[in-house]
C-alpha cells in the first residue's frame, strides 16, 4: 500500500523547508546532492520527523543508510526521478503443513521484522504471519506459525503488569498445544524481561525463547530476519525447554548464541553482537543448519510435563547503585516512599561506604529487604573478606554471590509478591531456581580485549574476518 503525501515536504520546517521550496526539491525525489566541499550524494529525500530540527535534509542512500546534510552545506540539487513511499511489507498467506511443529509468536514491540515509518521517524513491526512470510520467506520451511500482539511498546515500557500478561499468555499457548514460544522484544530490557520469565515460567515443556534486533529491517545490515529464523528454529526444534534469549553470537551472521534468561546482559548500545552470558557460558549455538550444545546442564524439552505460571510480585523494589560519597538520605528516602526491597550494585566485593552504615540499619529494622550485589557483574559478592564488607553483614545486608543486579531486582520484587517475613524472602533470594546463583564460573569465560595491546592485536587479526 502506498502513501500519497499531500504536503510535498513532509516533516520538513524553517530553515530546511526554505531551502528545498528554494531547490524545488520535494519529499521521495530522487536526487544528486553536492555539498559544499563538493562531495556527491545519491539517494531519495525522505520526510522528516515532525519532532526534528530545521537544519537537515536527510537522505536515503543507495547502499540503504541514510544520512543528513546540514541545510548551509547544500551547494546543488539535481532531481533524476520521483519514488513514492511504500509502506506496506508484501503480505502473503503464511503456507501450513502438518509435518512442521507450531510455532507461536507473541509480539511486545521492538524492531524485530520491522519497517521504518519515514513520517515520524518511527520503527512499526511487521508482525502477522502473511507480514513475516513476506518479509522472512525462510519462516515457512521451519514451522507453522501463529502471531499475537500482545503490547507494542518500546521495551522501556515494559513492566510488572506486561510481564504477568506475557507469563499468562505462554501458559495459554503451551496449553494449546505450542511446540514452542518466541516472544518479540526491543533489547534494551529484554534481559529483565527473560530474568523475570524464568521465576514466572518455571518446568516449561517447550523452549520460550526472546528475540530482538539492534538494527531495523530497513537497515542493510539488519540483524532482525536471522535473529527471526534461530529464534524460530529454537523454538520449532530446540531442546532447552527454559527461557532464554537469541541473539547474534558473533559480529558477522555466521550463528546466534542460546543465553539462559537469568544470566544474560546487553553489553552495547549499538553492536549486533550486543547480548553476554555473564558468569557462566552460553547454553548453545544456533544456525540455520542446527544446533551445538554448548553444556547439558538445562532443563530438556518433554511435552508430558506441565508448567507451573506463578505470577506474583511486589513492585516496590529498585536497585542502588553505589558511587563514592553516595549519601544516607537516599536510602532514607527510599524507606520513606514504601519501598520494601533494596538491592545494592556495590564496589569490589560488595561494599558501600561507611556513612551508609546508619541508614541501611534503619532500613532494615524498619523491614526492608537489603540484598548485595557487585557492580562488576562477573565476580562474587564476598563480604566476609574485608571489615567493610563484614560490617554490613552485621548490619543485615545479605549477598547474592554472584546473582547479576538486573536479575536481583526481577527475582526481589518476584519473591515479595510471595512473602514479606525477611528469613523467607532471603531464603527464597538465596536459593537458586534457574541457575541465577552458580557454584562457580567458568575459567574461559571471562575476557576483556583491551584495544591497543600487542596480544589483543594478535588474537583480533587472527579471527578477524
Known amino acids: 500500500m502506498s502513501e500519497s503525501t499531500s504536503d510535498p515536504l513532509k516533516g520538513y520546517k524553517g530553515r530546511a523547508r526554505a531551502r528545498l521550496q528554494e531547490l524545488g526539491i520535494r519529499v521521495w525525489s530522487d536526487v544528486r546532492m553536492v555539498n559544499s566541499a563538493g562531495s556527491l550524494f545519491e539517494g531519495v529525500v525522505l520526510p522528516r520527523s515532525e519532532s526534528f530540527d530545521d537544519l537537515h535534509i536527510v537522505l536515503k542512500l543507495k547502499n540503504g543508510y541514510n544520512i543528513g546534510i546540514h541545510v548551509d552545506r547544500v551547494a546543488s540539487v539535481e532531481e533524476i526521478g520521483y519514488k513514492e513511499a511504500v509502506y506496506k511489507i508484501p503480505e502473503q ?16 514491540g521492538g524492531t524485530i521484522a520491522s519497517r521504518l515509518d519515514y513520517r515520524t521517524g518511527a520503527v512499526i513491526p511487521a508482525f502477522t504471519p502473511g507480514e513475516l512470510y513476506g518479509a522472512v520467506p525462510e519462516l515457512a520451511d521451519i514451522c507453522n506459525l501463529t502471531t499475537k500482539k500482545l503490547f507494542g511498546v518500546f521495551s522501556e515500557n515494559m513492566g510488572w503488569p ?14 494449546d498445544g505450542a511446540d514452542g514460544i518466541v516472544i518479540g522484544h526491543g533489547t534494551d530490557t529484554m534481559g529483565h524481561t527473560a530474568a523475570v520469565l524464568s521465576f514466572m515460567v518455571q518446568d516449561s515443556p517447550v523452549p520460550v525463547v526472546v528475540v530482538g534486533s539492534q538494527r531495523s529491517s530497513d537497515r542493510p545490515s539488519s540483524d532482525a530476519a536471522l535473529n527471526l529464523i534461530h529464534a524460530i528454529r529454537t523454538a520449532a526444534y530446540g531442546d532447552i525447554a527454559e527461557v532464554q534469549i537469541c541473539m547474534f553470537g558473533p559480529t558477522s551472521d555466521r550463528y546466534g548464541l542460546l543465553h539462559r534468561g537469568t544470566r544474560c546482559r546487553k553489553m552495547h548500545s549499538s553492536y549486533r553482537s550486543t547480548f553476554r552470558t555473564i558468569g557462566d557460558i552460553p547454553l548453545c549455538i544456533v544456525s540455520r543448519d542446527g544446533f551445538s550444545s554448548l553444556t547439558d546442564d538445562y532443563l530438556h524439552r518433554d511435552a508430558s510435563r506441565r508448567v507451573r505460571i506463578d505470577t506474583v510480585y511486589d513492585d516496590r523494589v529498585t536497585i542502588l547503585y553505589y ?13 520513606e516512599k514504601g519501598y520494601r526491597g533494596i538491592v545494592i550494585a ?3 566485593l560488595g561494599h558501600v561506604n561507611t556513612p551508609l552504615y546508619p541508614a541501611l540499619e534503619r532500613a532494615i529494622d524498619a523491614g526492608v529487604h537489603v540484598v548485595m550485589t557487585v557492580q562488576t557483574l562477573w565476580g562474587f559478592a564476598q563480604m566476609y573478606v574485608y571489615e567493610t564488607g563484614r560490617d554490613l553483614l552485621d548490619i543485615g545486608v545479605v549477598p547474592l554471590d554472584n546473582m547479576l543486579p538486573e536479575t536481583a531486582l526481577m527475582k526481589l520484587g518476584w519473591v515479595l509478591g510471595h512473602t514479606d517475613d525477611h528469613e523467607k524472602v532471603i531464603e527464597m533470594m538465596r536459593t537458586p531456581i534457574n541457575h541465577e546463583i552458580t557454584e562457580r564460573e567458568p575459567h574461559n569465560g571471562y575476557l576483556i580485549l583491551q584495544g591497543g595491546l600487542p596480544e589483543t592485536d594478535e588474537f583480533v587479526s587472527s579471527h578477524w574476518k
Do not use: C, K, Q, W
Open 323 to 335: 558511587y563514592p560519597g553516595m549519601r544516607p538520605n537516599l536510602v532514607d528516602a527510599l524507606v
Open 346 to 348: 556495590g564496589t569490589g
Open 162 to 175: 506486561e510481564y504477568v500478561t506475557l507469563a499468562e499468555n505462554i501458559e495459554r499457548e503451551i496449553a
Open 93 to 108: 498467506e503464511f503456507p501450513s503443513r502438518p509435518d512442521l511443529p507450531n510455532v507461536t509468536l507473541l509480539g511486545t
